[in-house]
Nanobody
Framework: QERLVESGGGLVQAGGSLTLSCAAS????????MGWFRQAPEKEREFVAG????????TYADSVKGRFTISRDNAKNTVYLQMNSLKPEDTAVYFC?????????????????????WGQGTQVTVSS
């Protein structure tokens, strides 16, 4: 059964760092582009970062560019989000998502509706 499980969230002071992990139980992990999204209270879910099936292509929201790094280990069926220089406005529930690719291109979707599977989310709280 396909499943994504996030971990690594927590409480951190502004300027600090966290690394989120997403362990995927997917039939063929390398057939999926992976993304991280976040949702703050009373706000819509927004794209944070995405990575292609090989890991060779990444894309980021402007708000996190230069501070966050997405990576994947296809041998471990895991995707990571390294978050540095955290700000209070980064506070949100962070979700991992997987998009099944029918053609193995360096495709990364920015919209939640394009993704096929979601994790349950992990809370990240940044105090000022």
């Amino acid at each position: 059964q396909e499943r994504l499980v996030e971990s690594g969230g927590g409480l951190v002071q502004a300027g600090g760092s966290l690394t989120l992990s997403c362990a995927a139980s997917l039939r063929t992990f390398s057939n999926y582009a992976m993304g991280w999204f976040r949702q703050a209270p009373e706000k819509e879910r927004e794209f944070v970062a995405g990575i292609s099936w090989t890991g060779g292509t990444t894309t980021y929201a402007d708000s996190v560019k230069g501070r966050f790094t997405i990576s994947r280990d296809n041998a471990k069926n895991t995707v990571y989000l390294q978050m540095n220089s955290l700000k209070p406005e980064d506070t949100a529930v962070y979700f991992c998502a997987a998009e099944l690719l029918f053609h193995l291109t360096p495709h990364i979707s920015l919209v939640p509706g394009a993704y096929d599977y979601w994790g349950q989310g992990t809370q990240v709280t940044v105090s000022s």
